[in-house]
C-alpha cells in the first residue's frame, strides 16, 4: 500500500496541484493479519499430541518479525477466532483459570508482538460473554466489532446500541520516501458473520 503526501510548498496554489503530485512524497506500509489463531499459540498438535510445523503462533511471529525488518512502517492486526481451538483454550475458558486482571495466555503473546487492533471473531463467543470480556481485558491493543448490538428489547433494532467498540481511528506515525515522519489517520472497522447467532 502506498499512502501520498504532497510536499508542503505544494500546497500553496491550486494551480500547482498536478505537479505537487509529481513530486509527492510517499509512504509505503506493510499491512500484516493474523487470523484463525484458535488457541494454537505454539507449534504443537494437541489432537495429534507432537510437535507439529504447520500451527503455532509462536512460528508466525518470526514471519512477523522479518517482515517488519524488511520495511520501514506496518501495522499487525489480528481479525479474531482466537480464544477458542485447542484443549488450552478449553483449559483457560473451562477451568476457571482466568479471572478478571489476569491476562489471557493468547494476549499475553500477542502484546509481546505488538499489535495495533483486534476484530472479534465469531468463536470469541464460544465460552460466552463474561470470559470473552474477561479475557479481551488483558489486551494492550484496542477491539473493534461494529454487527453485534445490545438489545434494548423495544422491537426497535434500529436504536440498539453497538456491544464491542464499532471501529477506531488511530494516529500513527511512518517515515516517508524523503525521510521525513508524517502522521497519519488509520481506520480500523472489524465484523463477524451472522452465523453467531445459530445456537449449537
Given at each position: 500500500?502506498?499512502?501520498?503526501?504532497?510536499?508542503?510548498?505544494?500546497?500553496?496554489?491550486?494551480?500547482?496541484?498536478?505537479?505537487?503530485?509529481?513530486?509527492?512524497?510517499?509512504?509505503?506500509?506493510?499491512?500484516?493479519?493474523?487470523?484463525?489463531?484458535?488457541?494454537?499459540?505454539?507449534?504443537?498438535d494437541y489432537y495429534g499430541d507432537k510437535q507439529s510445523d504447520g500451527v503455532g503462533l509462536s512460528r508466525v511471529a518470526t514471519l512477523i518479525k522479518a517482515a517488519r525488518?524488511?520495511?520501514?512502517?506496518?501495522?499487525?492486526?489480528?481479525?479474531?477466532?482466537?480464544?477458542?481451538?485447542?484443549?488450552?483454550?478449553?483449559?483457560?475458558?473451562?477451568?476457571?483459570?482466568?479471572?478478571?486482571?489476569?491476562?489471557?495466555?493468547?494476549?499475553?503473546?500477542?502484546?509481546?508482538?505488538?499489535?495495533?487492533?483486534?476484530?472479534?471473531?465469531?468463536?470469541?463467543?464460544?465460552?460466552?460473554?463474561?470470559?470473552?470480556?474477561?479475557?479481551?481485558?488483558?489486551?494492550?491493543?484496542?477491539?473493534?466489532?461494529?454487527?453485534?448490538?445490545?438489545?434494548?428489547?423495544?422491537n426497535d433494532a434500529s436504536n440498539d446500541q453497538p456491544y464491542f467498540q464499532p471501529y477506531i481511528i488511530k494516529d500513527k506515525t511512518f517515515v516517508d520516501s524523503d525521510?521525513?515522519?508524517?502522521?497519519?489517520?488509520?481506520?480500523?472497522?472489524?465484523?463477524?458473520?451472522?452465523?453467531?447467532?445459530?445456537?449449537?
Open positions: 500500500m502506498t499512502l501520498f503526501f504532497p510536499r508542503k510548498a505544494s500546497v500553496l496554489a491550486s494551480s500547482l496541484l498536478f505537479a505537487s503530485l509529481a513530486q509527492a512524497a510517499t509512504i509505503d506500509l506493510r499491512v500484516m493479519e493474523t487470523t484463525d489463531i484458535h488457541m494454537n499459540l505454539v507449534d504443537y525488518a524488511e520495511v520501514t512502517n506496518s501495522v499487525l492486526v489480528d481479525n479474531g477466532d482466537l480464544l477458542q481451538g485447542t484443549p488450552l483454550g478449553d483449559y483457560v475458558a473451562k477451568g476457571r483459570v482466568l479471572r478478571f486482571g489476569e491476562t489471557h495466555p493468547a494476549f499475553k503473546a500477542m502484546n509481546l508482538l505488538d499489535y495495533d487492533v483486534g476484530n472479534i471473531g465469531n468463536h470469541e463467543f464460544n465460552y460466552g460473554l463474561d470470559f470473552l470480556m474477561k479475557s479481551l481485558s488483558g489486551a494492550n491493543f484496542p477491539y473493534v466489532n461494529a454487527n453485534v448490538y445490545v438489545d434494548d428489547g423495544d525521510g521525513e515522519t508524517q502522521t497519519v489517520k488509520i481506520g480500523y472497522i472489524g465484523f463477524v458473520p451472522p452465523q453467531i447467532m445459530t445456537l449449537g
